[in-house]
């Protein structure tokens, strides 16, 4: 790791100027953040410890204004076992447990878990050309290894992908970040949150220089309780990333479809979700048929680029399978039979 | 400002209040081995993927490669060397004995702290749980039937079909615990 300065933020307030300086970095779970200093790849200046903010109530998981709020310093897992968390989202509280371990997990929080980057392997490895770590370098992976990265929104800059699985829920979910700066606060749609690289592949969020996470809320979605599923789709059972997963739910009307959530992970730079794609769903009988047209409408422009050309048919056939298992039921999702 | 000067900070480890003078780089782990004379917590791949060094912080199992020493100012931490009640074992360690849990024993420490971490979670329920639960921890030596079993041991969790594979089809997910 790179000598750096450490300071601690007892409160939100005392953070923001801190956080304001140069080359300063927020450290919370410090799962993903401490792993990339070791490889060279982020060399923050400062580090401010904003863990004791826990205790200034950014760990607060609550129910609020009909909806739920989660503090961005609560830990992934303390969300996943939320009793509001499992029981009216349970379609988030699956896809934060399909991610990482449980180490992880007990580190990291939901404000780091927005803030992830890719785990593309050129990004990592300090000794090859990336556009996103040092722009104008060149992006290897689009002639190289690129099994697990993008088949969407790529750019001739770059085709990482975003590597969360909360995040994915949190976009079907319609979830809203909440930050607060030296000049304010401001909520940003997580639809609005990633970005896609275009032809700056190094930024990954529109959070702004000096922007502190401080909550994401969740408006209601009771109407989806009883029909989610979260499917990861994976090199091995557990603790891998996703090489596509899907968060899909539905409120069904006997056999009738009324609205349907599809976010995918793994595809593309950011959580990819295709609203169309949804509202054409509206009305139509729940089964294979409309599943497969929402599904190639979802992928409609995908390309791949070697090595993960598979991901069409399988994104096609996750999203199928997603959608058929949130039809039989969150509870036939949660036994693992899907 | 002094990149390199040292951090004052005071751990409670295994019981014991300890102090150190650190930079700010140190990670928990090299804390423990290289500063604190607890060897037993080991370094595996340093990057949070083989959970080698997995110990309890305040009572939750972490990978304390990917925490700084600074940041655990005045926190509790547990090691395996912490776990024994002087020469009588913990049960997970008794455990681990009796059903032959390891062959060269280097994630040995790291998988009995995160089972000490899963068994304070209370989640585990099933056989499935526990493996799905023990997923950060990897044993290059494929101990994992018998580190399964010693777990699912002490836990009281009866194991139908010893080694049997996963309910769920092992394709596309593993069992979720929602």
Redesign the interface.
């Known amino acids: 790791m790179n000598p750096f300065l450490f300071s601690q933020a007892q409160n939100v307030d005392a953070a923001l100027p801190l956080l304001a300086a140069d080359g300063a970095r927020p450290v919370a779970g410090g799962t993903n953040l401490l792993d990339l200093m070791k490889e060279g790849v982020m060399t923050p200046s400062t580090l401010v410890d904003i863990n004791p903010l826990e205790h200034a109530g950014l760990d607060v998981i609550e129910e609020h204004e009909g909806g739920l709020r989660l503090g961005a310093l609560a830990r992934n897992a303390a969300t996943a076992y939320h009793d509001t968390v499992r029981s009216r989202y349970p379609l988030l509280s699956a896809a934060i447990l399909a991610g990482a371990s449980p180490q992880l997990r007990n580190m990291a929080t939901n404000g780091g878990n927005l803030l992830q980057r890719t785990r593309c392997v050129y990004f990592y490895d300090v000794g090859t050309p990336c556009n996103k770590r040092e722009p104008g370098t060149g992006c290897p992976a689009k002639n190289g290894i690129n099994r697990t990265l993008a088949i969407l929104g790529t750019s001739e800059q770059c085709i990482a992908t975003h590597p969360s699985d909360m995040c994915v829920a949190l976009r079907a979910l319609d979830a809203t970040v909440h930050v607060k700066s030296g000049s304010g606060e401001r909520a940003i749609p997580i639809a609005d949150f990633h970005r896609l690289p275009g032809d700056t592949p190094q930024i990954d969020t529109n959070l702004q220089p000096g922007e502190l996470i401080t909550h994401i809320t969740l408006p209601d979605a009771a109407a989806f309780i009883d029909h989610s599923a979260y499917i990861k789709v994976r090199d091995r059972l557990s603790y891998a990333f996703a090489l596509v997963s899907v968060a899909a739910a539905l409120d069904l009307d006997g056999g009738t479809i009324r609205a349907a959530r599809i976010a995918l992970g793994g595809v593309a730079h950011k959580p990819w979700r295709v609203e169309e794609a949804e509202a054409a769903l509206v009305g139509k009988p729940a089964g294979a048929a409309a599943f497969e047209a929402a599904a190639d409408r979802i992928l409609e422009g995908a390309r791949g680029y070697g090595q993960n050309d598979f991901k069409l048919t399988l994104a096609k056939n996750a999203i199928v399978q997603a959608l058929t298992t949130a039809m039989r039921g969150t509870e036939f999702a949660k036994r693992g039979e899907a | 400002?002094d990149?390199?000067?040292q951090?004052p900070i005071r751990l409670r480890i295994n019981d014991q209040d300890r102090e150190f003078d650190v930079?700010?780089?140190v990670?928990l782990l090299d804390l423990l081995r290289e500063r604190a004379g607890l060897t037993g917590t080991k370094k595996g791949c340093?990057?949070?993927q083989c959970?080698a060094c997995?110990v309890l912080v305040d009572g939750?199992?972490?990978?304390s490669c990917?925490?700084?020493a600074?940041?655990q100012n005045g926190h509790e931490v547990t090691t395996i060397e912490g776990l024994a009640k002087g020469e009588e074992l913990h049960p997970l360690q008794q455990a681990f004995i009796e059903e032959d849990a390891f062959q060269c024993g280097y994630c040995t420490p790291g998988q009995i702290c995160?089972a000490a971490?899963?068994i304070a979670?209370g989640?585990a329920k099933t056989v499935?749980d526990v493996?799905?639960?023990m997923?950060?921890?990897l044993c290059r030596c494929g101990a994992y039937p018998q580190i399964r079993q010693a777990v699912c041991k002490v836990i009281g969790i009866q194991e139908s079909k010893p080694g049997a594979a996963?309910?769920?089809?092992?394709f596309?997910?593993?069992?979720?615990?929602?």
């Open positions: 400002m990149l390199y000067q951090y930079e700010s780089w990670t340093d990057h949070g959970g997995t939750k199992r972490v990978n990917l925490t700084l600074v940041m995160s971490g899963l979670e989640q499935d493996r799905e639960l997923s950060g921890n996963s309910g769920s089809d092992g596309t997910t593993g069992p979720v615990l929602a």
